[in-house]
């Protein structure tokens, strides 16, 4: 079910995510990275329904004194989308693991160029943050190297409601100009398009195409007509209400595009414009990573490392070879409790703990220092939903909820003990779910979906134990190529839902 937790992948030749399972090689340097990123340093933002770790810091020796060491980490920006043109302040820990007091000398470079440097003197086991603030005049993407630490961040274009959007150009005899292009939000209900165009000539047709993000195997679009009275000045706006069309995740990016025509036939097509779409209810900070951003607000960062610590040795369970391209790089948004997480979310079902957008690569998570070992299966959880998407997916349906759900609570770790009790209670009253009811959405009844969990737990790690992680890997192959649920099964194992189910009974005493 996409709203439980889906895996988050990072990419790198070796990085193995998994699919129920994650595969770490080089994606352990990875995931270190963004655990140490994550210890002590601050990052940026932003929600649904549906669901790192210890980084090798930089060592130095200062040549006054061979036995002062230190590390840097937690390299990060303090805002989540910097525009070009204003001020931006990178941060990052250093800290003293030597034996004696010593001095270091940090260097930040942006695009390769020094944009300046900072001395801080530390003691035995201290940790001190240095802080530089920056600009750079060019949208778009842009590195940060700190002695070896490196990150990469996007700077927007100013959007700000007064400018012109100068590479708009009309065809025909005079121009139509665009005074006012840009975008609102109102999280989580609504994002607000927002247009003034004037023309020698009326404008009498004015329309908007938009779009997100969204992993598609097709370019998926809409388009909406405001409406406006024609004129010479025309101002129009266009709201994109979520609650008609579904919540759109936190962190999600919107493009947008108009089309204006005037009596004349000039014809004005406004170039793409982007926005994310922020929480902005909260004051975010942000990891940037190679391979994952992680976002987080009203927590201190050593929880959010603690959230991240020891992930690589959960999704390890997993053998299913997966990797999540640079392009698709996770996000994850770390909320200090479950009522702010849902707040962000239009619907949703009252037992979900956390989100995750398999076609967005975006995860919603809760923790709190009592709810951290839950945080820390059920990231393990979400993650191993992304996975799963990326392996699976193609141009056909889904794969069913009890194989997705199963791998993905197969990632956490061993049966926990309510789960079991679950279980066993629903074999002794006999009132267990048959298998093909697992295959589509679980049921909205709290206590018929934590059934449902822990059978699919079951079902997967029958399959496992008894058949291995190769057929596991030929099951989902068929369901990405279009097979049946019966079909996927009789092609691998030689039996179909109703042999499953038979065979499983029999695994866990139930016949």
Not at 38 to 67: F, K
Not at 270 to 285: G, K, M
Not at 322 to 350: C, G, M, W
Not at 405 to 425: K, T
């Amino acid at each position: 079910m996409e709203e439980y937790l889906h895996k988050v992948a990072l990419n790198y030749t070796a990085v193995l995510w998994r699919i129920n399972g994650l595969k770490i090689k080089d994606l352990l340097a990875a995931l270190l990275l963004v655990t140490l990123l994550v210890v002590s340093g601050c990052t940026g933002s932003t929600s649904g329904d549906s669901t790192e770790s210890i980084a090798p810091a930089l060592v130095q020796t200062t040549e006054q004194d061979t036995q002062a060491e230190f590390k840097v980490h937690s390299l990060m920006l303090t805002s989540m989308e910097p525009v070009a043109g204003e001020l931006i302040t990178a941060k990052a820990i250093v800290s003293n693991v030597g034996t004696i007091e010593g001095t270091f000398t940090a260097t930040l470079k942006v695009d390769g160029v020094v944009v300046g440097t900072e001395e801080v003197s530390i003691g035995v086991g201290g940790s001190k943050t240095v802080s530089f603030t920056f600009t750079v005049d060019v949208a778009g993407d842009h590195s940060l190297e700190l002695e070896e630490l490196h990150a990469t961040f996007t700077a927007l274009s100013a959007m700000d409601g007064s400018s012109v959007d100068d590479s708009a150009t009309s065809s025909g005899v005079g121009e139509i100009k665009v005074s006012i292009n840009r975008a609102t939000i109102e999280f989580p209900d609504s994002l607000v398009f927002s247009l003034v165009v004037s023309s020698d000539s009326s404008v009498t047709n004015v329309s908007l195409k938009f779009g997100t993000d969204k992993r598609s195997l097709v370019s998926e679009s809409s388009e909406a007509e405001p409406d406006f009275d024609p004129d010479f000045v025309v101002e129009t706006s266009w709201e994109w209400q979520m609650k008609k069309t579904g919540s759109l995740p936190p962190g999600a990016t919107v493009w947008w595009q108009w089309r204006i025509v005037d009596e004349t036939n000039k014809i004005l097509l406004t170039p793409r414009r982007n926005i994310v779409f922020e929480d902005t209810r909260y004051q975010w900070q942000k990891i940037v990573t190679e391979d994952l951003d992680v976002y987080w607000h009203e927590l201190e960062a050593s929880l959010v490392h603690d959230l991240t610590e020891g992930l690589e040795v959960k999704l390890s369970r997993l053998e299913l070879n997966v990797q999540i391209p640079e392009e698709r790089k996770p996000k994850i948004f770390v909320y200090p409790n479950v009522d702010q997480l849902r707040s962000a979310v239009l619907f949703t079902h009252e037992w979900t703990g956390a989100l995750a957008y398999p076609d967005y690569n975006i995860i919603l998570i809760p923790v709190s220092l009592n709810s951290l070992d839950w945080a820390k299966r059920t990231l393990a959880h979400e993650v191993t939903h992304l996975l799963v998407r990326e392996a699976t997916f193609g141009p056909f349906g889904d794969i069913p909820s009890w194989l997705n759900e199963g791998l993905a609570q197969y990632a956490e770790g061993e049966m926990e003990s309510y789960q079991r009790s679950i279980l066993d209670q629903a074999i002794r009253e006999d009132n267990l779910i048959s298998v093909p009811s697992l295959s589509g959405s679980f049921p909205t009844d709290p206590n018929r979906a934590f059934l449902a969990y822990a059978q699919s737990l079951s079902l997967v790690s029958y399959l496992i134990d008894t058949h291995g992680w190769p057929k596991i890997r030929q099951l989902l192959v068929a369901f990405k190529e279009g097979s049946t649920d019966d079909d996927a099964l009789m092609g691998v194992y030689s039996f179909d839902s109703s042999g499953l189910e038979e065979r499983w009974r029999a695994y866990i005493g139930s016949n």
